[in-house]
């Protein structure tokens, strides 16, 4: 009887916890009430004398008097407060997007500071002005056709408003398929691409191609002519970087490989290992190809020898510039970060943290157990690598598989610094083809492998449903998508790269006389020393320039 | 040896291209894609060789 008894009470505490839980599932469940422009007139707005009395708290500052009416006269209405909280929604995504941008601007002063540090004393003056006017070359070439050839056919961006003037792409039909090349509004933003949200993306695509157009100069340091760096710019900026940057973010075949052939989400970049320092990286390797290596850093025999930057301190700290700009780099990626799932940028800067400092524990690393010293410069580039390779990932994959693509980017960011010096006989003062072309390459692929399907923008990507998947997470279409990728980056814009460059050593010349590049390019080239109190001296070389005597 | 070079580099990219449009199949394709990838940095490789073989430190012994 008494268990009777004990099984009722459960029985009946059961009961009483669905009565209890049901109500409320009843009341998730009831129709809502809709908000009529009737229920705003109640809300009350603080008065005049209020406001005159000042704020310290910040409970009367932002209210419903704020809420900008379309007519006064009528007062606030529904239309004006829905109007209000779509345009703020873009106003958040505006200036998140600027701001970024800006971060990313001031990456230039990092590279200028790294490259610069890296090269001689004597070329100061030469490295940090290409460092400085690749901004204005850039700058004037992708406003007059870089900008119009890689978005001037992009549908329009829904976190920016999603106006569309940039709607013209250039495609070629071939084999049942629509091969979009390049677009077609936009140049000199003029027309209907005078347009606030146009001028935001403007920006914010300016500053991704002057990084790239900046990596070049640190692998031509020390011997690059300055009106061939001012062509070879030009051309970056104006063509070969708006070409991949419309194939992988304009609309163009690249981004279609998923809707065309079935290959995942087609090819996927987020932030730009590919589209800004892969091309940035191979321009630099055929830069370097032809303009041959400085004076003195072969022997005869092939062997190598050392010619140690003049400022490692410049070096580090400019590093550290750049890994602060990089958060405009990744995160800003999103062009948003209201709605469409864009919250994600916490996700997003946290990953690029991780990449930048498991890269230079892996270069430090490398180097220490391999030359029994930890290497100053390497762990900078190792902190470069890492920041280079998470780029295009870093939307797509979690902290483990960031930490692991970082780690992976500043080992080899070591050996590839050793293959290309060793081997290939390439001399690249900085480290440039191998940091950003190598480990942008990499940054690619480990996308195509490591992306863990969780990130939803807006529930597609690229015109294609669902997350992005990497083939360890069961998508090896994807990785396919990200090997064409590489693939087009290596054959074509390598080859572009290559060709035009052999144009400008033709006909204007890549290289510097060989009396300058021993005096040093300050005075040759820029006609002041970067240094001139001092007295500069190349070790080994015995060639000086004495000022002041 | 240049042309030669520039023209693997480019050979490997329409390689890879050429192989989505020969199969569907992911894993043929990818095999392809690679082939291809391996063919450029082949052109890379014979390019460089040919810019070495006439560089200044090499001739000069400088």
Not at chain 1, 7 to 21: D, P, Y
Not at chain 1, 99 to 122: D, I, P, S
Not at chain 1, 412 to 441: M, N
């Amino acid at each position: 009887m008494r268990h009777l008894q004990r099984s009722s009470a459960i029985a009946l505490a059961i009961l009483g916890l669905v009565a209890i839980t049901t109500p409320t599932r009843a009341a998730d469940e009831a129709p809502a009430v809709a908000l009529t422009t009737a229920d705003l007139k109640g809300i009350s707005t603080p008065s005049a004398d209020d406001l005159a009395k000042g704020d310290p708290g910040g409970t009367l500052t932002g209210t419903a008097g704020d809420i900008v009416m379309a007519d006064p006269k009528a007062g606030l209405t529904l239309a004006d407060v829905v109007n209000q909280v779509g345009q703020n929604r873009v106003a958040i995504n505006f200036v998140w997007t600027l701001v970024a941008g800006f971060l990313v601007m001031f990456m230039q002063a990092g590279f200028a500071l790294v490259e610069t540090g890296l090269c001689r004393a004597k070329n100061a003056n030469h490295t940090m002005m290409m460092n400085f006017m690749v901004y204005g070359f850039g700058l004037f070439a992708y406003w007059v056709m870089g900008f119009a050839i890689q978005q001037g056919g992009s549908a329009g961006i829904t976190n920016l408003g999603g106006v569309n003037p940039l709607n013209n792409e250039f495609k070629l039909s071939l084999f049942g398929k629509d091969w979009g090349l390049f677009g077609t509004k936009g140049f000199f933003l003029s027309g209907n691409t005078y347009d606030v949200g146009v001028m935001v993306l403007f920006l914010f695509q300016m500053v991704f191609m002057d990084t790239a157009t900046t990596i070049v100069t640190g692998a031509a340091a020390e011997r690059w002519k300055f009106a061939a760096f001012a062509i070879s710019t030009f051309f970056l900026g104006a063509i070969t970087y708006p070409l991949f940057g419309n194939w992988a973010w304009g609309g163009g075949w690249l981004s279609q490989l998923g809707v065309n052939f079935k290959l995942g989400h087609g090819y996927c970049d987020f932030a730009g290992s590919g589209v800004v320092h892969s091309v940035g990286g191979l321009t630099a390797l055929a830069v370097a190809m032809i303009i041959g290596p400085r004076i003195g850093k072969y022997n005869r025999d092939g062997s190598p020898n050392a010619i140690p930057g003049h400022d490692i301190t410049m070096v580090l700290l400019g590093c550290f510039i750049l890994a602060f700009g990089w958060f405009g780099f990744n995160p800003g990626s999103t062009l948003g970060a209201s709605g469409n799932g864009n919250l994600r940028i916490g996700s997003i800067a946290v990953n690029t943290m991780l990449a930048g400092c498991t890269g230079s524990f892996g270069a430090i690393l490398y180097m220490w157990m391999r030359f029994g010293k930890p290497d100053a410069s390497m762990s900078g580039n190792g902190l470069l690598a890492g920041l280079v390779a998470i780029t295009a990932p870093s939307g797509f994959v979690n902290t483990v598989g960031a930490a692991i693509i970082g780690f992976s980017a500043g080992v080899l960011v070591c050996l590839s610094v050793e293959f290309l010096e060793r081997v290939f006989k390439i001399d690249d003062p900085v480290g440039a083809t191998s940091v950003h072309g190598t480990c942008g390459l990499w940054g690619v692929l480990s996308l195509g492998l490591f992306a863990d399907g969780t990130s939803n923008y807006g529930g597609s990507w690229n015109g294609v449903d669902g997350s992005v998947t990497g083939l360890f997470y069961g998508d090896p279409g994807q990785f396919v998508a990200q090997l064409i990728g590489v693939c087009t980056l290596v054959g074509v814009i390598f080859t572009l790269s290559y060709v035009f460059n052999w144009f400008v050593d033709v006909f204007v010349g890549q290289r510097v006389s060989l009396e300058a590049e021993l005096e040093g390019l300050d005075l040759p080239e820029m006609g002041a020393l970067g240094y001139p109190e001092f007295q500069l001296v190349t070790p080994g070389t015995g060639h000086s320039v004495d000022v002041g005597r | 040896m240049k042309a030669l070079g520039l023209g693997l580099v480019v050979g490997g990219w329409m390689v890879a291209v050429a192989g989505l449009l020969a199969t569907e199949a992911t894993m043929v394709r990818m095999g392809v894609a690679l082939v291809g990838l391996v063919a450029s940095l082949a052109g890379i490789t014979a390019l460089n060789t040919a810019h070495i073989e006439t560089a200044p430190w090499k001739m000069r012994g400088r």
